[in-house]
Antibody, heavy 115, light 112 residues
Framework: EVQLVESGGGLVQPGGSLRLSCAAS????????MIWFRQAPGKGLEWVSL???????NYADSVRGRFTISRDNSKNTLYLQMNSLRVEDTGVYYC?????????WGQGTLVTVSS | DIVMTQSPLSLSVTPGQPASISCKSS???????????LNWYVQKPGQAPKLLMY???DRFSGVPDRFSGSGSETDFTLKISRVEAEDVGLYYC?????????FGQGTRLEIK
């Protein structure tokens, strides 16, 4: 069974950093198309970043240069390093695995950027 | 960026009646590989979104067959043949044909 469990969220001041983790089970992150999404409180869904199975990455314009997606194949874990955080980065962050037969999402981790 | 526009933004349906949500994209979602990467999700309060349909009309594992998806190019529809109380939630369409991946605004389904 595919399972994704996010962690690492919390309260951080503007300008601070956080690293989110997404522990995967039931499949390997090393050969999967993985995506980070987020959802601001009371708002819709927003794509943040992705990493293809081959390692190519991409970012939303709003986070490019501040966020970095990566994976540790030995730990079967996806990461999102978030630097220079802004108030508008506040929200629930979800990781997702996309495959030919659909996708699976984790339960999310809450990031709050506030002074 | 591809803009996804859903309508209506809310609908109230009597149990047992059908429901339909439209999703229009600002550009064709037909990828060079011949597929249209259009997904439908439902999100309930406090929960992560759950996939209903992928590639326009493929039902995800475990999704009841009262849900169906159709459409092509820029015009897509999610239909529920007979709404049940458990179908309450926010419905989103999402395209991943082109980066950035983009979502519709969401449609709130309520039960009368």
């Amino acid at each position: 069974e595919v399972q994704l469990v996010e962690s690492g969220g919390g309260l951080v001041q503007p300008g601070g950093s956080l690293r989110l983790s997404c522990a995967a089970s039931g499949f390997g992150v090393s050969n999967s198309y993985m995506i980070w999404f987020r959802q601001a409180p009371g708002k819709g869904l927003e794509w943040v970043s992705l990493i293809y199975s081959g390692g190519i990455t991409n970012y939303a314009d709003s986070v490019r240069g501040r966020f970095t997606i990566s994976r540790d194949n030995s730990k079967n874990t996806l990461y999102l390093q978030m630097n220079s955080l802004r108030v508008e980065d506040t929200g629930v962050y979800y990781c997702s695995r996309t495959q030919e037969t659909g996708d699976s999402w984790g339960q999310g981790t809450l990031v709050t950027v506030s002074s | 960026d591809i803009v996804m526009t859903q309508s209506p933004l809310s609908l109230s349906v009597t149990p047992g009646q059908p429901a339909s949500i439209s999703c229009k994209s600002s550009q064709s979602l037909l990828h060079s590989d011949g597929k249209a990467y259009l997904n439908w999700y439902v999100q309930k309060p406090g929960q992560a979104p759950k996939l209903l349909m992928y590639e326009v009309s493929d039902r995800f594992s475990g999704v009841p067959d009262r849900f169906s998806g159709s459409g092509s190019e820029t015009d897509f529809t999610l239909k529920i043949s007979r709404v049940e109380a458990e179908d309450v939630g926010l419905y989103y369409c999402m395209q991943r044909t082109q980066i950035p991946i983009t979502f519709g605004q969401g449609t709130r389904l309520e039960i009368k």
